[in-house]
């Protein structure tokens, strides 16, 4: 129901003078509650009515009625010093001074209001809210306002919100008092302020009458959801807290006074509180402000100088300036050495602050060797504490997964591990969560989930469930999936990091930049193009919005961009794109980083198709030299690099250069990641494709085929395995074997269709070489091959490197910036299987163990009481498997959080090594046949 103004013929509201008529009555420290009973009822108890009723036709000392139409819904807390709220009216007022204020202790009876039913509070607030028009949410003390532990408050702005479409408006306000509380937390703890934000959560409130608290809550799951109502107040206190933080800022730097050493550290503590809400670009002139201070006080060589210098820096690297972050950083270990010796813990943050900016800037050989340094001076620092020598670990473990060196990672993670485990850190989550990271780097997924679930669980417990630690957390759990071609994981994965981003941080923070970015990286990797470009055009609008993320991370979207177009056959727009990411990318990393390479390798792809052979081979050479002076001969990213030439030159119509070089890359990719890879097979196509134009007909035609064989036994991966088939259907017209080309091309153009539609470039290449298999109908063999070779190229863009956003650990600015994403290099299972033999077999519906989502998969039990599930009925790749080990518990025994369709009788649960399978069936006749199959292999319950 809902309610027009016209309808609301008597919406009172008192004025700001008879507000302070009712405050001279109120005793000292009395709460809102108090002052109904001490105040408000005794001096109605003659006429029984409400007591704006006792001044409906009264004038007050500046001439306007006490009471009128009000203008503004006050939704307050009945617990609070009844001047908390009388001074949020007071600063309203004195902002709009013809308001008049819906003061529920005032406005309403309060000599029959506890006998009204819920109905009628729930039908009363409703329509003055709607009638009014404006809420005014009165918000103490700041880190836990009490209103949103109160049941009848979420109703109110509940009923704002669903108003909003009609024009109602939901202000938030914090008296002036709690500002100086706000800038004295920020002084104790700057972190404060969003473990403040992670613990607004309408779910804790609680109401006197136990049945109204359940009504309210059903109501607000039954509309908007308790994500949203909190996401809207979060939205609403970080707008606060950084207006706050930012005007206590300008009030102490405009000041002409000489700043106090106390006052320059303040402004240290500000500039971090900014840095957390995500306005690193607002915290620069907070530092630098702090940093003037000190140096009018102190030479350059003291500690406090040399503690904001390291804080600065870190908004250098922040913002993507990774020279000036290398020139402070160098600034402040200059500083700290002399003030205090090279041995001054500062001195080793200082270190870690330069070894960030290197490793980001792809200078691994200064990164690690700063960061050993780092690492030996915290280990021995007098002050050091055990978090700064875990961090130092940390430090130096990333340098290493940036490296490939996994042992030496692992052995600084089990360090930093071992420090955090003694004292129960809860910083111990982020070290499992890069343990899980090298775990997945090295192929061990079922150890990386592992180690991810352990640091969920204990984040969860330390943080609730929606701290923004649990994002990281969730990206890299996303990443695992991804390896394990688990897509629908992946999504659900990254998809849960970007609602607690938006929670947390609102839409337009550059963390919620990272978690459209990745989003939008797998969906490219599905072939979800549209989706893909909806992530990226999100987070681009997010990082020029805000100006405070790192320009690498604008110059990461343009490239993903280029990547999708470049999948759509946007050709020219791929170009266009992967243009500006190099060219940002040779400004802020130099002309030799990596990064640049990758955009050069993608844009060859690009140029091939747009008929500018000299340009990919002039980009692509330009790549391999680059890798070349960075990575070992046996390494994936060369061999790419050096598929990238030999296809840029066969465009070029130099078949032997692209002969050679291809048998180096496909070397160096066997070398890398094995026979059984799928960019291996992806290798061997190319060079099939080469010998092909050179008259080699045999030798391709074995080496496209046993491409084909390759992905058949891996992972499903749809665009390589149509990319190889429409290679293979080239080679047998090439090698005048029509007949056998079209079941290859056939195959291929199913594939194609199905990802890409009808009229994409590469399905329309592989339907016009199906066409060359009737008799008469063949291309000259140069063609064929040429477009082959841009086929291949295009494909080896997308599935090779999305540079996909894997966050190590909490810190959001020290990611992974390797060559090539792990996470889309999806490694080989192995040749397929021989189907085991089948005790049962059925649909059955799966909770995930990281994404508490149900997926339905198809299960198979063999008799030896192995148990393997599949996306498929065909079976043509295992999602998982597990041995049954000890248990089968039935039914209403399961005492867990089931989906709506799960009838008791159909659900079940298997007791297998380290975790316990929840499932249901269809039917429960479906439950029982397989509860009767399981008895036969697992022990009775």
Known sequence: LTTSRDQMADLPGVSAALLELLAARVPAGASTATVCDAVIKPATAATCCAFIDLYRDAVGPDGRPYVARATVFVSHAWAYDFTVPLAAMREHAAAHPDAYFWFDVATNNQHVAPQNSHEWWTTTFRQSIEGIGHVLLVLAPWDNPAPLTRAWCLFEILCAILAKERGVRLSVVLPESERAHFCAGIQRDFKGIIDALVDIRGEKAIACNPGDQQRIFEAISRTIGFARLNREVKDALRTWYAATAADAAIAMLADPAPRTAEACVFLGHVGRALVALGMAARAAPVFDGALSGLLALYSENHADVADILVQRSGVHTHLGEYAAAIDVAGRALAAITAAAGPGHILAGRALGALASAHKLRGEDTQAEALARRALEVVTAAEGGTPEDVAEAHMDLASVHIRADQLPAAMAHLEAARAVRAAREDPALASTLCSMGLVHKQAGRYGDAVACYAKALEIDRAVLGDSHPSLATLYNNVAGAYYALGDYDGAIAAYAKALEIKLETFGPHHPATATAHINLGVLHCKRGNYTQALEHNTAALAILDRTRDASRRSVATVLHNTGLVHLAMGDYDLAAAKLGEAIAMYDVLCGPDSPATATSLLRLSAAEIKRGRAAAALEASERCLRIRVRHLPPAHEGLAEARAGVAGAALACGDVARAVAEYREALAAQIAAMGAAHDQTAVMQSSLALALSAAGTHDEAVALAAAAVDTLGGLLRIEPERAT??????????????????????????????????????????????????????????????????????????????????????????????????????????????????????????????????????????????????????????????????????????????????????????????????????????????????????????
């Open 724 to 941: 190889v088939e429409h290679v293979l259907g080239a080679v047998y017209i090439r090698a005048g074997l029509p007949d056998r080309a079209s079941p290859a091309l056939e195959s291929a153009a199913r594939r194609r269709r199905a990802l890409f539609g009808e009229g994409h470039p590469d399905t329309q290449d592989t339907l016009a070489l199906l066409e060359q298999c009737r008799p008469g109908q063949q291309q000259p063999e140069l063609q064929i091959v040429a477009k082959g070779a841009e086929v291949l190229q295009r494909c080896q863009s997308v599935s090779l490197t999305p540079l996909l956003h894997l966050e190590a650990g909490p810190d959001s600015t020290r990611q992974s910036t390797s060559f090539r994403s792990r996470a889309s290099c999806i490694p080989s299972r192995g040749p397929a299987r021989p189907a085991a033999p089948v005790g049962h077999a059925g649909w059955l519906t799966k909770e995930g163990l990281i994404v508490k989502t149900w997926r339905r998969r198809y299960f198979v039990l063999s008799p030896d009481g192995k148990i393997r599930y599949y996306p498929s009925e065909a079976r043509e790749r295992v999602a998982g498997e597990f041995a049954c080990e000890a248990a089968v518990v039935r039914g209403a025994l399961l005492a867990r959080a089931w989906p709506a369709d799960a009838a008791p009788d159909a659900r079940l649960a298997i007791v297998a090594p380290g975790r316990v399978y929840f499932l249901y069936a269809d039917t429960p006749q479906d439950q029982a046949r397989w509860v009767a199959a399981l008895a036969s292999v697992c022990a009775a319950p």
